[in-house]
C-alpha cells in the first residue's frame, strides 16, 4: 500500500523524522505542518503545529494513513484525541497522556504513587509559602514552572537571591503565563545526565539508543539553557547495568503505572534521568522524541521506523525486534548568532551538496531561491563513525565546510563523553 504520512512539526527533529520513515518504499506522500524550507521530499503545508483545527481541517482535505504528531504543546493540548476522533491513526500520546510533560506537577505524584526515583520535592501554588520555603531549605535548589514553559522554566538557584528571584519571575510576574501558577521546588542533583528515549504502545516500551544532549549555550557547559546544542550516541554513562536498574526502576514501572491509571501512552517517551550516587533518578517525562536527540538516533536504527510506529498504533510494538547500528553518531547545531536570547536572521547558507544528507534543518527559509537563517537553531550536522571520536571528528570536519555568518556552535560536544571512553 501506498502511504500519505503527515508529520506536525517543522524543526530538524521531524526532519530527521522524515527521513528515517522516507527509507521505507512504501511512503508516498510526506506532508509537514508546518514543515521547513530545507526538508527534501516533503510538501511543506503552512499550518501551525499548535494549530489543532487548522491541521484537522487539513485531514479533512488530504486523506492521510498516519499521522505523526511530535512536538510537545499539539500533544498536550490534544490534537491525538481530536484526529483519533476523525478516524486517523497517531503516533503520539492522548491528552491524558501527554501530562507527564505537561504538568511538573502531575508527573511528580505519579512518581510518588508508583515507588519511582526522582528528586525530593514540594509544590506551591502562593508565591509566599514558595519564597518561605525558599528561605530555609538546603541550596542549590531547582525552581520549575508547573506547565511548558518553551524549554526555560527550569531555574537552577545557587543563592536564596536566585531562588526567590526564580520564584517571583513565575509566580508573581507570570512570565509563563498559566504554566507558571503551581512552582515546584526541587532538590539539586549531581550526575551524568542521559537521554533515553523509547517506544510504547502502552504495554509493551522498547528502549532505543540511550544519547547524552548538551543544553547550555557554551563550552563546558557555561551560559543559558537552550532547548539543546548538540547530541552524541550512544551515552557511555549508560553502562548495560544502569539500563536494567533504569528498566526495572523506571521505565516499566512509568508504562505499568500510567495504564494502571487509564492513561496509556502510546509513542516516544523520552525520560531524562541523572544517574546520582544514590542510583539513577528522573529529572524529566517528555511526551515526544527529543530534539537533538532524535537527529542523532535515528541515523543509527536499522529496523524500519515507519513499521515501529505503525506497530505502536496498533498496540503490537511487542513483535517489533529493533535493531540499532554498533556506530556512533555526534550532532552539532549551528546555531544564529544570539540565540538562545534575541537572534539574527536572513543570513545566507551554504552547505556543500555532498553533506546535505547530514545535516538537519531546522531554523531555515528560503528568500529569492536562496536558503537563508530564520530561527535561532538553524541545523544539526551529523557524524558518524566506529568510535564516538571518530563521530565526533566527522561531524567537526563538515561543520567547517558549511557557511553563514555568525553561526555559533560548541566546540565540545563529546568530550565529557570522551573523558569516560579514554577518547575513543
Ligand atoms: P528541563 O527544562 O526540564 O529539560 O531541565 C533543564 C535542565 O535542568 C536539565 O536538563 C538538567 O540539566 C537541569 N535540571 C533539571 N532538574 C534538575 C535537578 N533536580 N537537579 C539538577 N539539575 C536539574
Ligand atoms: N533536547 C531536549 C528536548 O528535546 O527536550
Not at 537552550?226 to 516499566?252: D, K, S, W
Not at 550516587?277 to 517528555?286: A, D, L, R, T
Amino acid at each position: 500500500m501506498r502511504m500519505k504520512i503527515m508529520v506536525i512539526g517543522g524543526g530538524g527533529r521531524e526532519h530527521a523524522i522524515i527521513r528515517a520513515l522516507r527509507k521505507n518504499r512504501d511512503v508516498e506522500t510526506v506532508y509537514a505542518l508546518p514543515g521547513n524550507a530545507g526538508m527534501e521530499d516533503t510538501v511543506c503545508v503552512n499550518v501551525a503545529a499548535t494549530d489543532l483545527e487548522g491541521v484537522v481541517a487539513f485531514t479533512r482535505e488530504h486523506r492521510v494513513d498516519l499521522a505523526v504528531v511530535t512536538p510537545d504543546d499539539p500533544l498536550v493540548l490534544g490534537m491525538v484525541d481530536l484526529l483519533e476522533a476523525e478516524g486517523i491513526p497517531c503516533f503520539g500520546p492522548r491528552r491524558n497522556a501527554a501530562i507527564l510533560e505537561g504538568s511538573k506537577v502531575f508527573a511528580k505524584t505519579f512518581m510518588k504513587r508508583w515507588n519511582i526515583p526522582t528528586a525530593a520535592w514540594e509544590v506551591f501554588g502562593d508565591a509566599e509559602a514558595a519564597k518561605d520555603y525558599v528561605q530555609r531549605a538546603d541550596l542549590p535548589l531547582v525552581i520549575k514552572a508547573d506547565g511548558l514553559a518553551l524549554g526555560k522554566g527550569v531555574i537552577i538557584a545557587k543563592t536564596r537571591e536566585e531562588a526567590l528571584e526564580a520564584v517571583d519571575r513565575i509566580m508573581v510576574q507570570k512570565v509563563f503565563g498559566k504554566s507558571g501558577e503551581r512552582v515546584i521546588v526541587e532538590e539539586f542533583l549531581e550526575g551524568p545526565e542521559v537521554t533515553l528515549l523509547t517506544l510504547t504502545d502502552g504495554e509493551s516500551l522498547v528502549p532505543l539508543l540511550s544519547s547524552m544532549d548538551h543544553k547550555r549555550a557554551g563550552d563546558g557547559d557555561t551560559g543559558l539553557n537552550t532547548g539543546g546544542m548538540g547530541c552524541i550516541a550512544p551515552n557511555p554513562f549508560y553502562t548495560p547495568q544502569v539500563h536494567r536498574r533504569c528498566m526495572e526502576e523506571i521505565c516499566l514501572p512509568t508504562i505499568r503505572g500510567m495504564a494502571a491509571e487509564g492513561r496509556p501512552f502510546r509513542g516516544c517517551l523520552y525520560f531524562g534521568l541523572m544517574l546520582t550516587e544514590k542510583g539513577p533518578k528522573v529529572i524529566e517525562y517528555n511526551c515526544r522524541f527529543g530534539d537533538p536527540e532524535a537527529q542523532t538516533i535515528l541515523p543509527l536504527m536499522e529496523t524500519d521506523l515507519l513499521q515501529a510506529m505503525l506497530a505502536v498504533t496498533q498496540n503490537r510494538l511487542g513483535e517489533e525486534d529493533i535493531r540499532f547500528s554498533s556506530d556512533s553518531s555526534c550532532c552539532v547545531i549551528l546555531a544564529s548568532a544570539g540565540y538562545p536570547g534575541k537572534y539574527e536572521k536572513g543570513r545566507e547558507i551554504t552547505v556543500p551538496g555532498d553533506l546535505l544528507e547530514h545535516v538537519y534543518m531546522a531554523g531555515v527559509a528560503r528568500e529569492k531561491g536562496k536558503l537563508v537563517t530564520s530561527g535561532g537553531r538553524v541545523m544539526g550536522v551529523l557524524g558518524r563513525g566506529a568510535s564516538l571520536s571518530e563521530a565526533v571528528h566527522q561531524a567537526y570536519a563538515r561543520v567547517d565546510r558549511i557557511e553563514f555568518e555568525n553561526r555559533q556552535y560548541r566546540r565540545d560536544i563529546g568530550q565529557r563523553a570522551l573523558a569516560v571512553t579514554g577518547g575513543k
